[in-house]
């Protein structure tokens, strides 16, 4: 075996998304004391069994709990304006607690399931799914891989550099989303120099924080579901969840991280509770499911019809978007809204073998199911059909289950 797999997967604390740390900070101050429960799935069928890596899934999480942010890494986060000196400093006493996160067979499934306060558990999500991709990719073959992940980066590059009108006074812009389903720390970090020198014109930036810091990037990310879902279970009335979220983020971040994930409940549903307030307050939309045309004439529909001029504003899309379909999307939008674009899987792991679809999802919060009604069919997220179809009631959505 390559001596690289016998290294531990995760470099440092602070490899990690950057929407991670900023969820982190606003609930450790809004709701400390909150309990919460997430759960590993597996979307798609895997080319082996995922319960063959318990052992060595067990391991890595052994050494991610025994690990602490470094000095300099804390002052990395100091450093960011919208990162507060308190947060800093429960991070620097900060240390995953083994306790809380159990990993499981159920049959040739894997099974994680993290357990407890959620200041203490919402940050194991992305270091566990990273861990289990790179895992299972160190157990197929690997003869010729990079080769041909070099070659389809190259590819991108040519793309970027050939097609037209991608410049001007709003460029054509990306940032790496590619952390949690990453092929390999070591492609992700090559893919990223790569960009970096390649096309620094249309690479603004990394979710990862780590290869943020290290390679002078822009660190990118505001906030997930779980951070909308939770305030399902904070107590406010259920048709309020997402306006009492969205302000408790206005408050904590008083104009920075300005834009909002808008799929927790679908599209018309936020829409619906994005008023004006909201509008003028939040620089803009990130797009996670459903048709991406469709959600961004939405979007521009609904500015226009708060008197909002959109062309000012930010729609962010994320959604399984390679090269040439971030393209697609910003040439249609094009003088009508800023646009940008988070690209995860295609960059970071587009080799010979398929990509896992794992995700770790809250499940509930606070001894209470949450959901999320996606739009797009297979992305619903919830165990408690009871509940999925009172939320559904209340929104007036449909259930995709």
Known sequence: MNQAFNKPIVSSLLENDLYKFTMWQALLHSHPGAQAEYAFVCRNTPAYPLAMLKAEVEAELDRLCAMQFAQDELDYLR????????????????RFQRRFIEVDTDGDKLTVVAKGPIV???????????????????????????EVARARLNEKVAVLKNSQGLDGSNPFVFFDFGLRRRYSGAWHEE???TLKVAV??????????????????????TMAHEYLQAYQAFGFRLRDFQKAALEGWVQEYRGDLGIALTDVVGMDAFL???????????????????????????????????????????LVFSDGLNIPSAIGLYRHFSGRSKVSFGIGTDLSNDTPHKALNIVMKMKNCNGQPVAKLSD???????DDRKFLDYLAQVFGCKVDF
């Open 191 to 193: 893919m990223l120099q």
């Open 376 to 382: 797009s069919p297979g992305k619903t997220l919830c």
């Open 120 to 146: 203490h558990v919402m940050g194991f999500e992305i270091f566990l799914l990273y861990i289990i991709n790179e895992l299972y990719f160190r157990r197929l073959p690997q003869e010729g891989v990079m």
């Open 79 to 94: 450093g960011l304006r919208f990162i507060k000196s308190d947060f800093v400093d429960f991070l620097s006493v900060f």
């Open 272 to 314: 619906a509770d994005f008023d004006l307030y909201f509008a003028k307050l939040f620089d803009g939309l990130r797009h996670d499911s459903g048709d991406p045309i469709a959600w961004g004439e939405k979007a521009i529909a609904r500015y226009k019809e708060l008197k909002i001029d959109p062309s000012g504003k930010i």
């Open 200 to 221: 620094p014109q249309h690479l603004r930036g990394t979710s990862n924080v780590y290869l943020a810091k290290k390679y002078g990037l822009t660190p990118i990310g």
